[in-house]
């Protein structure tokens, strides 16, 4: 259906910035919203942020409000998160995903990325 590479993620200190991104191929034109989940060691798959493909309308969860932002380049079938004043409770693998709905529900999302690992240090 949908391909996505996510790339970008790497090592950081506390404070500093990195960006996601994540290619979409194949079968895009059914996509309505395309979100961000991560999962650290231990703990469940948490919703991050997402975005509407076509009006770019943006949803965000509490804890990255005000340091994330979620893009979209349409030409490019590519969508970006920006992480800025990461903190070491960000570490966790950071997976992109499809959604044919509005939703900030992982069950809604059924074309996932392999995820890319972003580890912040203190």
């Known amino acids: 259906q949908v391909q996505l590479v996510e790339s970008g993620g790497g090592l950081v200190q506390a404070g500093d910035s990195l960006r996601l991104s994540c290619a979409a191929s194949g079968r895009t034109f059914s996509t309505y919203a395309m979100g961000w989940f991560r999962q650290a060691p231990g703990k469940e798959r948490e919703f991050v942020a997402a975005i509407n493909w076509n009006i770019g309308r943006t949803d965000y969860a509490d804890s990255v409000r005000g340091r994330f932002t979620i893009s979209r380049d349409n030409a490019k079938n590519t969508v970006y998160l920006q992480m800025n004043s990461l903190k070491p409770e960000d570490t966790a693998v950071y997976y992109c995903?499809?959604?044919?709905?509005?939703?900030?529900?992982?069950?809604?999302?059924?074309?996932w990325g392999q995820g890319t690992q972003v580890t912040v240090s203190s």
């Open positions: 995903a499809a959604s044919i709905h509005w939703s900030r529900r992982e069950y809604h999302y059924t074309n």
